[in-house]
């Protein structure tokens, strides 16, 4: 059986919508696509964000998750000089 193929035995098997291990895939991988705005990139690594790290349904992104959200906002913006400006400034 292929890994494609037993992550979607488990999907159909524990109703989740999304495993966690697919989310934080989804996450570490995004990048800014070319006619996404910084807001729409900002709300898109967000909503990733929050898929990747809930760890209890409404307990929201912890401190060390908003670290790594910061991060892959900054690497993965399109605009260079930005991105450097964001990490160096580290909101």
């Known amino acids: 059986m292929t890994y494609t193929e037993l992550m979607t035995h488990m999907e159909r098997r524990f109703a ?3 495993l966690r291990e ?8 995004a ?5 996404e705005s910084i807001e ?5 690594i967000h909503h990733l964000a ?4 809930e760890q209890v349904l409404g307990a929201g992104i912890w401190h060390g998750e908003k670290d ?4 892959r906002f ?16 580290h909101p």
């Open 16 to 18: 989740a919508r999304q």
């Open 22 to 29: 697919i989310a934080l895939l989804h996450f570490q991988n």
């Open 31 to 35: 990048r800014q696509e070319g006619d």
């Open 40 to 44: 729409e990139w900002a709300f898109r």
């Open 50 to 53: 929050l898929y990747a790290f």
């Open 68 to 71: 790594q959200m910061i991060l």
């Open 74 to 89: 900054c690497t993965g913006c399109t605009d260079r000089a930005a991105g450097l400006h964001a990490a160096k400034i």
